[in-house]
């Protein structure tokens, strides 16, 4: 009979297991930036995929292994204007890998400088607004919503680190 101490060792050498497998097949095409627990103690790999135009900030988890798709992604692109501008979020909800990957790009908004982040909330956002509205004033975004039109503005400052 294992004890839940052993359970607990079990199942995080598998995670240093998987997480040592996933790295070698990302960094071929990827910029493995680091590690991190998500809201369940579980590991997670954070690495980008970036170019002068765009930057994706990644999560794979260490759990499965990588088959060439991540588990979470914030598309970004850089704009003529000196931002990154949001494009996209997508992956599962409450698992702690949105404030990850946020803290990434924020980070990577740093090092190149950028003026700030924008982005859109769009009609297809309203059946999730609320979460999508604690997400961003979470990472200290300000936050314009017009309700009638079903659309808002974001926008997060490198002064809000």
Same mark, same amino acid.
């Given at each position: 009979?294992?004890?839940?101490?052993?359970?607990?060792?079990?199942?995080l050498e598998f995670q240093l297991f998987r997480m040592q497998q996933n790295m070698e097949r990302l960094k071929?095409? #990827?910029n493995i930036k680091g590690i991190a627990q998500d809201k369940q103690d579980n590991w997670v790999i954070v690495?980008? #995929?970036e170019n002068q135009h765009q930057c994706n900030v990644?999560? =794979?988890?260490?759990?499965?292994?990588?088959?060439?798709?991540?588990?979470?992604?914030? =598309?970004?692109?850089?704009?003529?204007?000196?931002?990154?501008?949001?494009?996209?979020?997508?992956?599962?909800? #409450?698992?702690g890998?949105?404030?990850?990957?946020?803290?990434?790009?924020?980070?990577?908004?740093?090092?190149? #400088?950028?003026k700030g982040i924008k982005g859109d909330l769009a009609e297809r956002d309203w059946d999730h607004i609320d979460r999508l509205i604690h997400f961003y004033e979470k990472h200290s975004f300000d936050i314009e919503v017009n309700e009638q039109k079903r659309e808002g503005d974001i926008y997060w400052s490198p002064s809000h680190f």
């Open positions: 009979m294992t004890t839940l101490v052993e359970k607990e060792k079990e199942e071929e095409k #990827n690495y980008t #995929n990644m999560i =794979q988890d260490c759990q499965t292994p990588y088959r060439g798709a991540w588990d979470f992604l914030i =598309q970004a692109t850089f704009t003529e204007s000196g931002h990154m501008k949001i494009g996209d979020i997508k992956g599962p909800s #409450n698992k890998y949105g404030s990850i990957a946020m803290d990434e790009l924020k980070q990577i908004a740093l090092e190149r #400088n950028v």
